[in-house]
């Protein structure tokens, strides 16, 4: 019998379980991926980083990619379109040390898609292994015993009449990628409509590295599901992961033919976004991580009695005595 919950096995290294948070821009910083980890989280992905902006040494790009203590494995995500770019970038990524540098090619985003970036690389295979095999041999310059693995996410296709997945995967792990994500959604659905997991199915027959499944993970039964559906090595949460870090360790129960913990009660909930924005403020200062931590509060009290008023009060906190207070109350 395979196990639902395994290692993750890239060249020289290997990801002690499967269960990733997914890069997700303006959510998955150092303080969310800390707090999932903390929850169970194998590994978590930095938001998209942009390898433009790290050439030029920007302190708001290079601090996408800070660090926690208690991320002993790391993967970054860049995108660009332009592989003397990524070559040129790979040294500052590999200051922090990474297991893994993954390219993103399948932000639907029309700012990213018309630099060429991001899901327009489906549509150009050519350049997409071009800059893989960039990734690859800047990581190859890493001082570490073993460079990090270059992976791709990659998305359905472009739309329904270009279903190019796998012959994009097989281009990537031709060029030197060691694992590939699926979003399994086109870039023309962006995130609506029912992710197509047949496609993570597919793919997983045809490529020899691990597959990572994406796409409608909103619960442990779905995750399940996904790996048990579509065989797939792994899997990775992402906007089921907003505000419900405890998917990690309620799947791993799951997958592992044990009760899942149950849902924490509210006060936990609040404890965990309390310290949640606690962490955010260690790494991007009190009146960044106050401003971004609305987004966040809103997801961890979705659902809860009171909600609404609560999310009133702190609309116009700024500070984190302001938040300790209305929080703790
Ligand atoms: C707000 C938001 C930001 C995202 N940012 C990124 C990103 O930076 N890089 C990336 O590869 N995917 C990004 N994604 C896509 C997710 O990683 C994931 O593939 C997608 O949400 C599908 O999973 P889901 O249906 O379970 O949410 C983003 C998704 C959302 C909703």
Redesign the pocket.
């Known amino acids: 019998m395979t196990h639902l919950y395994h290692d993750i096995e890239l060249p020289g290294r290997k990801i002690p379980g499967n269960l990733f948070l997914?890069?997700?821009?303006?959510?998955s910083d150092a303080a969310f991926r800390s707090i999932c980890i903390d929850k169970g989280a194998s590994m978590g992905f930095t938001?998209?980083v942009s390898c433009d902006g790290l050439i030029y040494n920007s302190e708001k790009t290079v601090n996408l990619m800070q660090r926690a203590p208690n991320e002993e494995y790391f993967a970054v995500?860049v995108f660009t379109a332009k592989p003397e770019i990524a070559l040129k970038s790979v040294p500052t990524v590999l200051r922090t040390n990474p297991d893994v540098i993954d390219l993103?090619c399948?932000?639907p985003v029309p700012k990213v898609v018309k630099n060429g970036a991001g899901s327009a690389l489906m549509k150009d295979l050519p350049l997409l292994a071009d800059v893989v095999s960039a990734l690859v041999e800047g990581a190859s310059a890493s001082d570490a015993s073993v460079p990090p693995a270059v992976s791709v996410?990659i998305r359905s296709g472009w739309d329904s009449g270009s279903l190019n997945y796998i012959e994009a995967a097989e281009t990537a792990v031709k060029a030197g990628a060691a694992m590939v994500s699926l979003?399994s959604?086109t870039r023309v659905q962006g995130?609506s409509g029912k992710?197509n997991w047949e496609h993570l199915k597919k793919l997983k027959e045809a490529v020899d590295v691990p597959v990572i499944g994406?796409?409608?993970?909103?619960s442990p039964e779905a995750a399940v599901l996904m790996l048990e559906q579509t065989g797939c090595d792994g899997l990775?949460?992402?906007?089921?992961s907003l505000g419900n870090p405890w998917i990690f360790e309620q799947t791993r129960a799951l997958a592992e033919h044990r009760t899942p913990p149950t849902m924490p009660a509210e006060d936990e909930k609040i404890l965990t976004a309390l310290a949640h924005l606690e962490l955010a403020a260690g790494f991007n200062g009190e009146t960044k991580a106050c401003r971004e931590m609305k987004k966040h509060l809103c997801s961890y009290t979705k659902g809860n009695e009171g909600a609404a008023a609560l999310r009133n009060r702190i609309v116009h906190s700024a500070s984190l005595a302001e938040y300790r207070e209305i929080l703790k109350r």
Not at 236 to 240: D, H, I, K, N, Y
Request: hydrophobic share 35%; aromatic share 14%; proline share 4%.
């Open positions: 997914a890069p997700i821009a303006g959510f938001e998209m995500q993103n399948g932000c996410k979003h959604r995130y992710a994406s796409g409608d993970l909103f990775m949460f992402s906007r089921g």
